[in-house]
């Protein structure tokens, strides 16, 4: 007898469809797994043999084969196990082949049957939707996470046997308890109330989250570049809808975190400067999402970004331009999304007091090494520079942003502008811009064009420079509520600009 049952497997971020078919007919005892398996997969066999008996159900003693289909698509991991059991126990005449009509199933058996979540339940059952499958049928542990896809029937199932009971129209399991996330000043447990001084940085930070721009804080030791950028989370705008699903999506596949909930805030990711190329930008091998990918539309932060190999900061460059990653794979390439605000903190020199003539012990070979780890086409990528001073004068008495509440108001409003000015091309914030949106909406007064033809003229900006300086500007024209981008934001812009700042930058004592 000939039963089939619908399931999926992922492909690193990319969900396949498989049906499990599976035929018994008389011969010798037997049961091959056919179809492009992998060893998690082949090793099904045995999960379901005993899941099928210890739920106490009959193993048929025949000639089993189970034909996952398409052949030419590679499945991975044991999600499938459950449709490969309801498919003999179908194909046995156990249960109703019909009732796994217009069903999916996705879970891992045990032993002993019961049905465990596997990662990346979301992504199914988004892909279950799209198939036009009416229920998805997964563990209870999972179970809210895919009921987060609307337009679908999502019923929990502990055990096999109660997946038998719910084919044939019977109740789901119950569901655990919602989890609690604990709660935190401003949401994160950290405040830029914390801060004292350095009002540049403070504001490098909030017009870089304001409009998706790429930062560095370089200056000696101790004087707060960590601990700011520790705050960045709490001044970030929240995620909407369709950008919420992306980036739970990511991560319901890539961590082993079940997730009831959609993300709201944005993904900060600041990996330790020893991680490798392959970590950062994600690998050829299964599995292999990079820190870039799930620091997709939120922030990658990497501190102390001198010590960092030089090819891993250089693999940086396409993502950093494109918002996407391509990873080269045996048989083709994936493309991956990779849209981050890259943060990144440095000392001046390798001793961190480059310009205090009386501490800097660094040779002028030293620093240069130093200067072009950071020089170059990465730097180029970057639109905020801040040099953080240790601070000699006394502290303005009320800092424009007092907390990071304030700070997060202004960004949001700030974003607000942006995408309303940018709705109907595809992108909702000021760094996003290409250059025909730019020409389109930048809105220079002739004294700020006038200004950012000298700073071309003069050399010191490349054309990508001059894009990068063009979309801080109106960042910061988005922050001072001017619809019109003006001279002092334009200078404001071109002070921070990498290549401006760094000619200013103190030399090697
Ligand atoms: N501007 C500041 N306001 C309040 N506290 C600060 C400030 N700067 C530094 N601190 C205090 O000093 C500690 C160390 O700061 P932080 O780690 O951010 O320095 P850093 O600039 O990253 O130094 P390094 O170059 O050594 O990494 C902080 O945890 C904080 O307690
Ligand atoms: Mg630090």
Known sequence: MLARAHTFTLDVLHVRPVTVEVDIRPGLS?????????????????RVRAAILNSGYEFPTSRITANLAPGDVPKVGPGLDLALACAVLAASGQLPGDQLDGQALFGELSLAGEVRACAGTLAIAQAARHAGLRTLIVAPARAREAMLVEGLRVQSVGRLDSAVRVLAGGAADPLPKPTQRPPGRGGHGVDLADVKGQPHAVRALVIAAAGAHNCLLSGPPGTGKTMLAQRLPSILPPLDHAEALEVTRIHSISSRRVTDRLFSSRPFRAPHHSITTAGLIGSAHRGGVGEIVLAHRGVLFLD?????????????RQPLEDGRVAIVRAQHSAVYPARFTLLAATNPCPCGYAGEV?????????????????????????????QLAR???????EPLYRDSATARAAVIDARQCQAARLRGEGMAVNGEMNAGSLARHAQLEPGAER????????GLLSARG???????ARTIADLAGSQRTSEPHVADALAMRPEIGRAAEPQAA
Not at 30 to 46: C, I, K, Q
Not at 451 to 458: G, K, V
Not at 466 to 472: G, K, Y
């Open 30 to 46: 037997s049961f091959a797994v056919v179809g492009l398996a992998d060893a998690a997969v082949r090793e099904a066999r045995e």
């Open 466 to 472: 001059q894009h990068r300086v063009l979309r801080v």
């Open 304 to 316: 102390e970004l001198s010590e960092f190999s030089r090819p891993t900061l250089e693999a940086l």
């Open 358 to 386: 009386d501490r800097c012990r660094c040779t002028e070979a030293a620093m240069q090494r130093h200067q072009r780890k950071l020089s170059g086409p990465l730097l180029d990528r970057i639109d905020l520079l801040t």
């Open 391 to 397: 601070e000699t004068t006394p502290e303005p008495r």
């Open 451 to 458: 200004l950012l033809r000298r700073a071309q003229t003069s």
